[in-house]
RNA sequence: GGCGCCAUAGCCAAGAGGUAAGGCAGAGGUCUGCAAAACCUUUAUCCCCGGUCCGAUUCCGGGUGGCGCCU
């Protein structure tokens, strides 16, 4: 019986899915996806998302459960994330977090609680970071969390809203939430393979390979039926890689190839900037990918280090 | 063969007689409710040879390479 919860991350296209799966089997496993897009329906093929010949069988969780033109968030993914992890080892089987999306894997792992946002508060200091600048809203934060503030650069507008957004609402700073949640006992104990590739070349051939691969199955159609749907620039399932670029090329602001250029590029930055985020994380046990490798040397090393933390 | 123009980082590109903007790509990083997002940091001694000058990458001459035009 699991005591906790397997992670299965990496950056884009290093074969989580695939790893996902076969560790699934292997342990008496479920997956619970770890993937901040494809959580929405109808975007399968420019996410990668598991297809059903794909699953084998193995139930995954959170994958195409929500409507593309709502809006979703961290707070959201740990309430349902944290309900199918319960239910799974409540069943006496293995939970497996699979995906590329680290914040929604470290809240959930570390069960942060999040002050719920107000929509209407947060566009109004948005307006009044353009009206104002970086300089001045940093100062009002200072004023209310001086620790935040000094951490945040006058043009991260993002941050800034959301701290003054923060204290605004609850009284208490982002600070005093954050250490809060740090100090907290982490809900559950999970141990963490981080897939990528030795070289980094192969990682970006692999990269582009796939882009191409995603206008072979159809990524153009998948985006314009997302658009016939309503969904629109604005929404977040529209930020996805893969998406708006597509949306501009139909809208006619380049060619397909152009757009295939693009993502390719936006790809190998996220790939970057995941590798960043797990860099120097002791906890994290990578397993890279090399000529020789195969997936059931990777699952080996899953397992190997899975029983070495003592959750199975 | 003649004339003209150009030669600056992986690419595009600005520029001044005193030691070279910017953009893109690349690399590194941050991350607590949009995260496949947002934000930050970082990269040259200016084609070669000679001359002028206190000092040239910037001026002059030659060479080489590219482009255009002419016979």
């Given at each position: 019986m699991a005591k906790g919860i397997l992670v299965v991350t990496g950056p884009t296209a290093t074969g989580k899915t695939a790893l996902g799966v076969r560790l699934a089997k292997a342990l008496d496993g479920e997956v619970i996806s770890a993937d901040a897009m494809q959580?929405?329906?109808?975007?399968v093929i420019g996410t990668a998302a598991p297809t059903p010949e794909e699953t084998e069988g193995v139930p995954h969780h959170l994958v195409g459960t929500v409507d593309p033109r709502e809006s979703y968030s961290v707070g959201r993914y740990v309430l349902e994330a944290s309900a199918c992890a319960d239910d799974i080892l409540a069943r006496g089987r293995l939970p497996i977090l699979v995906g590329g999306t680290n914040l929604y894997i470290e809240a959930l792992l570390r069960g942060t609680g999040f002050a719920a946002g107000d929509g209407d508060l947060r566009k109004a200091l948005e307006a009044e970071y353009d009206a104002l600048g970086g300089e001045n809203m940093l100062e009002k934060l200072r004023a209310a969390d001086p620790e935040r503030a000094a951490k945040l650069h006058p043009n991260d507008r993002k941050r800034i809203v959301r701290a003054l957004e923060i204290f605004r609402l609850t009284g208490k700073t982002i600070s005093a939430f954050d250490e809060e949640s740090r100090a907290a006992a982490p809900r559950y104990a999970a141990c963490t393979v981080a897939l990528s590739f030795r070289d980094r070349a192969q990682l970006y051939d692999r990269i582009n390979a796939r882009v191409d691969r995603m206008f072979a199955q159809g990524l153009a159609e998948e985006v314009r039926a997302l658009l016939a749907l309503g969904v629109t620039e604005k929404d977040t399932a529209m930020q996805a890689i893969g998406y708006k670029e597509t949306a501009a090329a139909l809208r006619g602001e380049c060619t397909l190839a152009e757009a295939a250029e693009q993502i390719k590029l936006a790809s190998r930055r996220y790939a970057k900037r995941q590798l960043s985020w797990l860099r120097g994380k002791e906890d994290v046990h990578w397993f890279l990918w090399e000529k020789e490798t195969n997936y059931q040397e990777a699952s080996l090393f899953s397992t190997r280090i899975l029983e070495i933390s003592g959750i199975i």
């Open positions: 959580l929405y329906r109808g975007m």
